[in-house]
């Protein structure tokens, strides 16, 4: 209800205009009356008015005193909207009205319809500017919260705590102690919930999420962040998650901060103690205080990576699944610390993976795909997720081997193929011959040679046997029957015929035109 304050000294005035505006807006104002300025100005600093409607003139105080006062008193505070009134169409009084920002002048007698239209118009600005105020504080509340969280989330990245007296200020509103957590949300594919959808998912859970944590920020790796007073509000989220049967949301609590230069360690804290989640797949809320307990450690296995590294590519599959369990102490999984786990991970990655593509070169698209997921064991929300994976890595990688090995084999074979055809195409010759040469099965001979060299046997040997005689009849060494025994044709017909089938012309043509090209 807005404060209305009517100043006239003459009483009829006051209490008709009084009347017509309950009368035309019922319950829109609380209606206040003073008979002179002098009168309204003391009304006016108990009670405060949004809006004043006065007369001009008046005893004691006038209108236009009144105005210059009431300009005085509020001055950068909310001015009430002003209406005049005078029974004189003065242009000195709408001089005076111009420089104090009078809403509207009404001449007497007053007209009801001019009345509630003006009131009308400052109703309607007074909510315009009340809903321009109120969208600047919640822009400026909005700001506020966006840089006190910024300031938060550079006090998590940050080893020492090093406060300039602004930011200090800013930060001084944390309650203490506190306690840090950290949430996760894993889909099914492996991919993980944004932020903000995980806060959505806790205020489903919880109600408003300011009523239960006082800050709420996004870390640099996008996961959400919460400072509650106890642990008791993420144990009660971990309830309420776990009754409605939301499995994939993980929570990693810090031990209790008792100050802004402990915000890191106990963030650090929950980070750990929510990466402890990868170890127990159906825990989805962690204590550090509990995971930080004795935890097995072992000395980096690095004869066993020695061991795993020679066994790819020697299809035993059985052993070195046998031995990455070892080197992963799988039987000791639950009871073993992290940090036991991310060694051997990262030393997989250098001293197995790295290793052997630097020695057999980077395998198939698919193979380096999976490397590069595997390769982070915290791309997986359980390490039997990881661990299966890491295996048919190795197994890829292993079958990898064997090709790259089989591949360098074959090469081997051809290439002594292909000598054996250039030491003996002058005798008779053929395809059972130079497979069994190399060892091959004949038909697997065949695929692999045509592979290699991109023709047939006897295209090839063809070929290579045009090419000697080239070199014979170039140098006019005998007749052409001659040459085509020396190169390994049965006959020279037979030669006449393959000569000219890749030549284009005959043996006899050629020599002559070569023996034309020397005289020239």
Not at 19 to 45: C, D, H, Q, W
Not at 255 to 282: D, N, V
Not at 396 to 413: C, F, L, P, Q
């Amino acid at each position: 209800m807005k404060k209305l304050l009517i100043v006239d000294d003459e009483k009829n005035i006051r209490v008709g205009l009084k009347i017509m505006i309950e009368r035309e807006f019922p319950s829109a104002y609380s209606i206040i009356m003073a008979s002179n300025g002098a009168e309204a100005l003391e009304v006016f600093k108990t009670d405060g008015a949004d809006i004043i409607i006065t007369d001009i003139r008046m005893p004691v105080m006038d209108g236009i005193t009144l105005l210059e006062q009431l300009s005085m008193e509020v001055r950068g505070e909310k001015k009430p909207a002003v209406v005049i009134l005078s029974g004189y169409d003065d242009f000195e009084y709408a001089k005076c009205a111009i420089r104090y920002r009078v809403k509207d002048y009404l001449l007497k007698p007053i007209r009801r319809d001019e009345l509630f239209e003006i009131l009308l118009h400052i109703h309607k600005e007074q909510e315009e500017q009340e809903f321009s105020v109120k969208k600047i504080e919640r822009e400026a509340e909005q700001f506020r919260k966006e840089l006190r969280s910024s300031r938060l989330r550079g006090l998590l990245q940050q080893q020492e705590v090093q406060l300039e007296p602004e930011q200090q200020e800013e930060l001084n509103g944390l309650e203490v102690p506190f306690t840090v957590g950290v949430l996760n949300y894993y889909f099914n594919d492996g991919t993980r919930m944004k932020a903000t959808e995980v806060q959505g998912l806790v205020e489903r859970l919880m109600g408003p999420i300011e009523k239960c944590f006082s800050e709420i920020i996004t870390d640099w790796d996008g996961k959400l962040v919460l400072i509650g007073t106890s642990r008791q509000s993420f144990m009660e989220l971990s309830r309420q998650a776990e009754a409605r049967e939301i499995t994939s949301l993980s929570i990693g609590i810090s031990r209790e901060g008792k100050g802004l230069e402990e915000l890191r360690s106990c963030y650090k804290e929950a980070c750990r103690a929510l990466q402890y989640t990868f170890l127990f797949p159906q825990e989805g809320f962690l204590d550090y205080e509990d995971v930080s307990q004795e935890r097995r450690n072992f000395p980096l296995p690095k004869e066993a990576l020695r061991k795993l590294l020679n066994m790819l590519g020697t299809e035993r599959e059985k052993e070195m699944k046998h031995l990455l369990a070892v080197i992963f102490q799988t039987e000791h999984l639950k009871a073993l610390d992290l940090s036991y786990l991310e060694s051997v991970g990262q030393n997989i990655n250098e001293l197995v993976l790295d290793e052997v593509f630097r020695v057999h070169g980077e395998a198939s698209v698919e193979v380096l795909k999976l490397y590069r997921t595997v390769g982070n064991m915290y791309n997986y929300r359980h390490f039997h997720d990881y661990y299966r994976a890491l295996e048919n890595l190795l197994l890829s990688v292993s079958n990898y081997i064997v090709g790259v090995r089989s591949a360098h084999t074959e090469h081997a074979d051809m290439e002594e193929a292909l000598h054996y055809i250039e030491a003996n195409y002058a005798r008779p010759l053929n395809m059972a011959m130079v497979s069994n040469h190399v060892s091959l099965n004949y038909s697997y001979f065949s695929e692999a040679f045509k592979a290699y060299t991109g023709e047939n046997f006897v295209i090839y040997l063809k070929k290579v046997r045009i090419r000697h005689a080239k070199e014979l009849l170039a140098k006019d060494c005998g007749k052409l029957a001659e040459v085509s025994e020396k190169v390994g044709f049965e006959n020279s017909k037979q030669f006449a015929r393959v000569f000219k089938e890749l030549e284009g012309i005959s043996p006899g043509d050629y020599r002559a035109k070569m023996l034309s090209e020397d005289l020239s």
